[in-house]
Every structure is written in C-alpha cells, then in structure tokens.
C-alpha cells in the first residue's frame, strides 16, 4: 500500500509531475506548437514589413524637409512611449478583436525605431557624395535610389534588428486579443501554471528572435561589402 501511495504521488510522466523541461509536451503538442510559430511569424514579418514601407518615406521626408523633422521624431517617439495595453485600447474601436489589432499597434512601435536609424543613415551621407552625383546629372529620385538609401543602410538595417527582435517580443502581448502567436500558449500556460508549456513557448520566442537577427545580420553583410572593407582597410594601416 505504502508503494502505491509513492507512485500515484511520484508519477513517471513529466506532464502529470508538470516539469518545467518535458520532452512528452513537444511530441504530443507539436501541432499546437507550429500553428502558434507560424502565427507569431506572420504577425512579425507583417508588421515589421508595413512599418519599414511607412518609415522610409517618413525618413525622407523629414531628410529633405528639415522642419518635418521635429514632428516626425517628436510624434513617432511619443507613440513608443504609449504602454502596449494602452496602444491596443485605443486601436481597438479601429480593429476590434483581430489580428490587424495587433499588427497595427506593433507598426506603430516599430515606426520608432526605424525612422530614427534610416533618418541617421541619410544624414550621414556625406555631401560631397551628394553634389558629386548631381554633377554626374543625377535627379533627385535616382540620387536617393542609387546613393543615398544604399550608403544609408547600415544605420537603417540596424534599427530593422532591433524593431524585428522587438515585434518578435510585443507579439506576445497580442494574447490578451487571442492572437499572440506563442504568446497565447505563455498567457494560458500561465494561467494554469503549465510549466512544460510556459517555458517551451518562451524558448521559442527567443530562438525566433535570435535567427531572425542573424539572418537580418547577415543580408545586412550581402548589401553593405564596402563597410566589410573599410574594416579590413583599417586593421591593414594598423
């Protein structure tokens, strides 16, 4: 008798003892787990994406028009400041209860980020460059397509990591709206204090986030060879 009471309170399954590590979580919640990852993926790319065709206009505008500099920075600041609770409150009567919800508010917080950083880009094109492409009959549209976002990526793909590591991360708040991606399995695993389901999904938001940056890491290294050979120059002089 003493040994039934010892097993039926030690059990052999890691879900019954509700571990923390528990590989029997990721064989029979495989399903849930992709649908989540391919959820959590598509609100990132889709926000991220819709934020850099706002902010680089926005940038540009604010490079040529000095004057709508200070608005741009001053308005897109104060919306990062807005708590994420707050932000999806007042989208709500927009959107209501859906996956735009979400998208919308991490637009607006990655707007931010990427406005300042192409902003910084453009600005550190130097202006010799500049007067050198007009002398070659450069036009405005052409100089900014061929001169100036190429030499201005650097910065702009810099503010691109830290937005997307960001969305990756407020992604998760969007599962007070049911739609959170891996952030809906934290909220409910949290909520019933499912151990193997909190950790697994939170593992799986930093794995996304840290490959999403390597791989924006490394796109950023295929269309900017020259900042790789301005290093190597340099520790040649030395």
Known sequence: MTANRVTATTPDDCLARNDWICGEYL???REILQDAVLQHLQLTLTAVALAVLLAVPLAVGARRWRLAAGPVLAVTTIL???PSLAMFSLLLPLYGLSASLVIAGLVLYSLTLLVRNILAGLRAVPEETRQAARGMGYGPVRLLLTVE???ALPAAMAGL?????SAVSLVTIGAIVGFGGLGNLIYSGMNTYFKAQVLTASV???IIAVVADVALLCVQR???PWTRQGKRSGRVAA
């Open 27 to 29: 064989s029979t919640r």
């Open 80 to 82: 990062y400041t807005i």
């Open 149 to 151: 976002l190429p030499l």
């Open 161 to 165: 990591r830290i937005a997307t590591v």
């Open 204 to 206: 799986l938001c930093v």
């Open 222 to 224: 295929l269309l900017t």
